[in-house]
């Protein structure tokens, strides 16, 4: 029989217990022989030690934080709407307000603890921050294979169009999700400067850029 500290276990014959040990009950009969006895041994498991830290706090510029947790072998978070993963160690948070962040972190005993962080979220100016690359390389390595901005936090109203040098439109979405991999029609296009135009609504309120970056192959 296992037990997390701090708990308490209740015997078949009424005795209650929080510790580890070996438990012992003899049943005697009416003439008071022994008859029966029963052995329960107990294991109290520490629950875990539970470590929260976030890299930073939120403005409208930098929308998103980076929790992380440890201690244990599952994770579980709330608020968990503001998160892409409520069950991971290591969450994004996007919070729309400041916000406190709780976390259960279990361990493979079976015990848990809890845990607390506050993200604040403050206002910020606009024109210090929604940045975009200069540059990308779709080569297929899995870093900077795609050109967007997957780090602008939460906005609306999204749009984001590229052209090439001829002006033509070699991409275009209304999703800050998407970002383009250097194809139209599944077909590579060539290295180059590429023109980008993105509109959107964020905290800071709306937000233009527009400029080149650099395709490289």
């Not at 008071?32 to 510029?61: A, E």
């Not at 201690?71 to 069950?87: E, H, R, V």
């Not at 606009?126 to 870093?143: K, S």
């Amino acid at each position: 029989m296992s037990l997390c500290e701090g708990n308490t276990y209740t015997l078949p014959w009424g005795a209650v217990v929080n510790s580890s040990g070996t438990y012992r009950d003899t049943l005697r009969t009416a003439m008071h022989c022994d008859s029966v006895v029963r052995t329960i041994i107990i294991t109290v498991y520490q629950p875990p030690v539970v470590t929260i830290s976030k890299s930073n706090d939120v403005d409208c510029v930098l929308g998103v934080s980076k929790l992380t947790a440890t201690g244990g072998g599952a994770y579980s978070w709330t608020p968990a709407a503001s998160l892409n993963d409520p069950a991971s160690s290591h969450p994004t948070a996007s919070p729309d307000r400041t916000t406190l962040y709780r976390v259960r972190v279990t361990n493979n005993a079976g015990c848990s603890a809890e845990d607390s962080i506050e993200v604040a979220l403050s206002t910020g100016d606009a024109n210090n921050g929604y940045l975009v690359p200069t540059a990308f390389t779709p080569n297929g390595d899995g870093r900077n294979d795609c050109f967007g901005v997957p780090y602008w936090g939460v906005v609306k109203d999204f749009s984001l169009s590229i052209y090439n040098r001829w002006g033509a439109v070699v991409f275009r979405s209304t999703q800050d999700s998407d970002c383009w991999d250097g194809t139209v029609n599944g077909k590579n296009v060539e290295a180059g400067i590429y023109v980008y135009l993105i509109r959107a609504t964020t905290r800071c309120g709306p937000v233009l850029r527009k400029g080149t970056f650099l395709l490289i192959r």
